[in-house]
């Protein structure tokens, strides 16, 4: 398992170094301009000096390289300065976005705990319930439970979340009153800090909306493939053997079904967590919070090419780790697979 | 086998029924037998006349919906086994009741070690702690002829081959020493080779333990090397039951007779072609008012289509249930 992990892991080198230079090649041939946005009254030839200040004067191969410089080598030596390990010279180039001038890392780092937040707990609090829930339609196929837990599932899935984000900002945040206990803010307040349990629960509260609608759509999913998942084994032998020997139900299907049953599921859950670092952009959007996805819809609309190639890159490395983390918990749950 | 002694296993008019979308299955009709202590009883019949059903009705592993047991007691140790809970059986299974299936391949759960699932039932049964049911497991592994035991304990069902891992079956099946041992078609899935090894193992196992052995089979060959007697079952009732020389000289219903007569002969000049039985087993849609054997019977007569004929005893331990006799 060990040298498995290790093959793969160098592996991903060359992959990732690829799937860079695929994203920098299709966002340079993408018409974007980063001067687009910029007053019309400024004169075509100032605009060009704009555009070489920027250093977009220099052949795509050229600025790939750079970037691959500033990204691969002078941030993580930048990362070792902050700890206090000087390598080298500390005035090195960082990958700067156009727009703000800011290092895009550093604007990375101050949104990301938001996504992680929300995004993330709506992912977990998604999976907890889809888990239970696809297991008790399971083993009570066709009960009302089952049948509403479909009907839910259905709504969930083919209902967007900028809809239902929406719909609950129209209920939560509009029809019920103000100093209502069901009143919910429709705007996520980054400058919160959590001090003491008023805090708390204001962070709670300004939580609960974009989790929820995220958290249906997640659960959706999951609890759809943790049925189907817990139906197909329900009828193995072995289900049979061990009733045979008298163990208790709760045991042959919490033990016996669910083990096997996981399987699956658990790959599904473990390729869907870097959608939570790419952040349900439009989710995002809807509640004003803003991590990961808005910056990545402001970097696209500015055509602010390092930051858009920056965060999709670090979307590229979350896949592929966790595209490895699913091998590996594969081959820890199930005997079987073995990467000998 | 002890004669006249009190039957550890009673059984009486069994019914069980499948409710499915196209109407009912009568799978189970009226089924009675009894088993002696240490008894190797033999159930033969075709796929679909009731044999595992039977089994799985009396112990409560037929899932409910669709199945439905309509009638009959079932009386094990005094009690009667279709009247109780299901906490009840749960605690007979595994332990007082061993199971066999047929398939070794997928009878053992994939994703926990061979040694998990043979001290399951010793921790839930017998309330041993890890380490005695640890040492318990592999005494029964030796007792089934696994080689290395105990490094074999840790081994996964995948790194087994299908001999080995119905002695797995075999040594979950006793490992509470269980009264009774219902195997359920046990060597079908096996080559010939192993399926002999499976039945010396079994033969040796019963005279060690002494245990009654409910042996389901369709392979007539396995009931006359083992069994003590024979029941015939077709279209979910019994039509026969006798010891087993008595059942190989002297079978009484066409359908027995039809049967052996399907094998193919080792002495004397063999026939042409091996007799078939032609037609189709009866659908079991409803309780039966005629013989069900009566289409495909050489024999039959007006009576068997106005009545089912009742089981009625012929000679010592010898029940046919048929109104035709061979020497009339």
Redesign the interface.
Known sequence: MFNFTVRRLLFTIPTLLFISFVIFFILDAAPSDPTGNLPLTIPPDVREKIRASLGLDQPMIVRYLLWCKQFFINEPLNLLDQWGLHLGDPDRLRVISFQTRSPVVDMIAERMPQTLWVVGMSYVVGVMIALPIGIISAVRQYSWFDQLGTFISMIGFSVPTFFTGVLMIVVFSTIVPRDSFFWFPSIYDTTLKVTDWASFGAQVRQMAMPVFVLALYNAAQISRFMRASMLDNLNQDYVRTARAKGLRERTVLLVHVLRNSLIPVITVIALGVPQVFGGAIITEQVFKVNGLGQLLIIAIQGGDIPTVQTLTFIFAVLIVLFNLIADILYGILDPRIRYD | MPEGAAPILDVSGLKTVFTTRSGEVHAVNSVSFNLAPGELLGVVGESGSGKSVTMMSL?G?LPSPPAEIRGGTAMFDGHDMLAMS?DEL??????RI??V?Q?PM????????VGF?LM??LR??MNMNKAQARARAIELLELVGIPDAESRLDN?P?QFSGGMRQRV?IA??L?CDPQILIADEPTTALDVTIQAQILELVKELRQKLGMAIIWITHDLGVIAGIADRVRVMYGGQVVEQAPVRELFSNPLHPYTRALLETLPGFVGARSKRLRTIEGQPPSLDRQPTSCPFRTRCRHANDQCARENPPIRTIANGHDVACFWRPDA
Do not use: K, W, Y
């Open positions: 112990i592993l299901q749960r605690q007979i299974r595994g332990s061993g199971f299936f398939d997928t009878s053992l759960n994939p994703v926990f070690s699932q399951e039932p839930v049964h996964f995948h079956m979950i099946a490992a």
